[in-house]
């Protein structure tokens, strides 16, 4: 069964408002999760690294401000797109790392922005 | 800095037939991580194998195979007798062993026709 669910698995959304996706680890708690984003055609981009009950990393290039993040239990992390433009429109997963088996992150079903 | 590798874009073949995706990787780290994910059309990843950079030994799990050559820095996959349900994109990825931050190749995207 699913390890990660994501939710929502799509949005449309106007410019200028603000979208909320939920990332759920569903068989172990999970002190770290990832945000990627894909957009079509390429590879995954990390976003940034979720840690419970810590502001999140960055990575170069990812606005903290834009892209909000939550990881407030072991098993939820959220990512709020704030403002959002048609550039945002992407494909946004997460992953969490398995505390029994660190060294495998598993992966969200993924969730599709789209922004008119 | 770490660096992955997919050269080929899109590999197109007929059911049945065998289908070898290429991986490259840079690291300076000698020890370290490789992946293979499979991305089908619904998106979601699918772990596929994890292999040790000092475990040399190629590995095989029904139909998919693994070549792990550090000499080459390649950790090449193989599909065998390939089946429509194996149309993805497949993407090859790299960590440091203390760092969880993955690096992904840009994918290869194989269809399979019957």
């Known amino acids: 069964g699913a390890v990660v669910s994501q939710h929502p698995s799509w949005v449309i959304c106007k410019s200028g408002t603000s979208v909320k996706i939920e990332c759920r680890s569903l068989?172990?708690?999970?002190?770290?999760m990832f945000w990627y984003r894909q957009f079509p055609k390429q590879s995954l981009m990390l976003m940034a690294t979720s840690n419970e009950g810590s502001k999140a990393t960055y990575e170069q290039g990812v606005e903290k401000d834009k892209f909000l993040i939550n990881h407030a239990s072991l098993t939820l992390s959220t990512l709020t797109v704030t403002s959002a433009h048609p550039e945002d429109s992407s494909f946004y997963i997460c992953?969490?790392?398995?505390?029994?088996?660190?060294?495998?992150?598993?992966f969200g079903p993924g969730t599709r922005l789209t922004v008119l | 800095a770490q660096k992955v590798t997919q050269a080929q874009t899109e590999i197109s073949v007929v059911e049945k037939e065998d289908v070898t995706l290429d991986c490259v990787y840079e690291t300076r780290d000698t020890t370290y991580y490789l992946f293979w994910y499979k991305q089908p059309p619904s998106g979601e990843l699918v772990f596929l194998i994890r292999?040790?950079?000092?475990?040399?030994q190629n590995e095989i799990s029904g139909r998919y195979s693994w070549n792990f050559q550090k000499s080459t820095s390649s950790f090449n996959f193989t599909i065998t007798a390939s089946q429509v349900v194996d149309s993805a994109v497949y993407f090859c990825a790299l960590r440091q062993v203390n760092d969880y931050k993955l690096s992904f190749g840009a994918g290869t995207t194989v269809t399979v026709r019957a």
């Open positions: 292999r040790n950079s000092f475990d040399e």
């Open positions: 992953s969490v790392l398995s505390s029994g088996s660190p060294d495998t992150q598993y």
């Open positions: 068989d172990f708690q999970a002190t770290t």
